[in-house]
């Protein structure tokens, strides 16, 4: 008999798990599965559960967004490479980008039937922003907050409709940081507008997307996308209209292979990881765990 950690955010995309929590059981408990439920009430728990329970568990299954799977992933990173229990993962939160990646069933119904694949799994590079742990990506600057800044009551109503208000009224604000960048072979300086570290097909909901062929989850490598400051209204909408049609090689338009990378900037810059707060840093390294967690994936991969 397998033994189940099941971790529930309660109220990640408008609280839709409490209709399915039921639905969730009756899919592990008819495999045969032990499970024990965990469910958060502040930001940390799914971590805290995931390094408390885990060592005694073949496989947590995680439901909630991006934000809930950063902080089991987090948790399991804790734990000596060898006694991490796979992961499954359910998504309910507004923009679910690693589920795109890994072609994880979005609805709830496909979800939960995804349960009983979990033979179909691969291995997950996992990043590493200082002292803390992202599954998908780390990123800084202009616009890169707007996912935590945006309150969760508005998530829950508008969905990602909340996200692109809290993104319009930060238009005035718009930034750019004198930058050094050290990466595997490479140096780069100039004043940069925003980044991505990424280790994923999408980002930002899918505003952001890598070309698959480019891209592999579980290689040592970030896909690293740099933005420099434009120097006028015009070459800022090209160089937006460039990402939107994935032409990286423009101008003001970066995209490395690494699998560390490290940025000192000219004052305190905040970073996002997964979505939510990654800290305030004028310096900071990140670096890529290669094939450091092992989670369930959709058919079609």
């Known amino acids: 008999m397998d033994n189940t950690l099941l971790i529930v955010n309660p109220v990640s995309g408008k609280g ?3 209709t399915i929590l039921m639905d969730i059981l009756t899919a592990l408990c008819a495999g045969g599965e032990s499970v024990r439920v965990c469910v958060t009430e502040k930001r940390g728990d799914a971590s805290d559960f995931a390094e408390k329970y885990g060592l005694g568990a073949d496989r947590v299954v995680c439901t909630g967004g991006d934000g809930s799977l950063n902080e089991v992933i987090s948790g399991l990173m804790r734990l000596e490479h060898d006694r991490r229990p796979g992961i499954s993962y359910i998504p309910l939160g507004t923009t679910n980008d690693m589920a795109t990646s890994l072609s994880i069933p979005k ?12 033979t179909e799994h691969r291995f997950l590079d996992v990043g590493q922003l200082g002292n803390d742990y992202f599954g998908y990506v780390a990123a800084f600057g202009t616009f890169t907050n707007v996912p935590f800044t945006t309150p969760q009551a508005a998530k829950n109503t508008w ?15 718009i930034t750019a940081h004198h930058t050094q960048v050290r990466y595997d072979g490479g140096y780069i300086e100039g004043d940069l507008l925003f980044g991505f570290v990424t280790n994923s097909l999408t980002v930002a909901g899918g505003i952001v997307k890598f070309d698959e062929e480019n891209v592999a989850l579980d290689d040592g490598l970030f896909e690293v996308l740099l933005i420099r400051k434009p120097r006028n209204l015009a070459e800022l909408n090209e160089t937006l209209a460039n990402i939107l049609k994935r032409n990286f090689n423009s101008d003001n338009i970066t995209l490395l292979h690494t699998s560390r990378i490290s940025f000192t900037f000219d004052g305190p810059v905040q970073w996002t990881r997964d979505g939510e707060d990654g800290g305030i840093y004028r310096s ?3 670096v890529n765990h290669r094939q450091a967690v092992r989670i369930s994936v959709g058919n079609s991969l």
């Open 16 to 18: 839709r798990v409490r």
């Open 107 to 118: 609805t709830p119904k496909d979800a939960i039937e995804n349960l009983s694949s979990f």
């Open 159 to 173: 969905g990602y409709l909340a996200y692109l208000v809290e993104a319009l009224g930060q238009l005035t604000e």
């Open 284 to 286: 900071v390294e990140v």
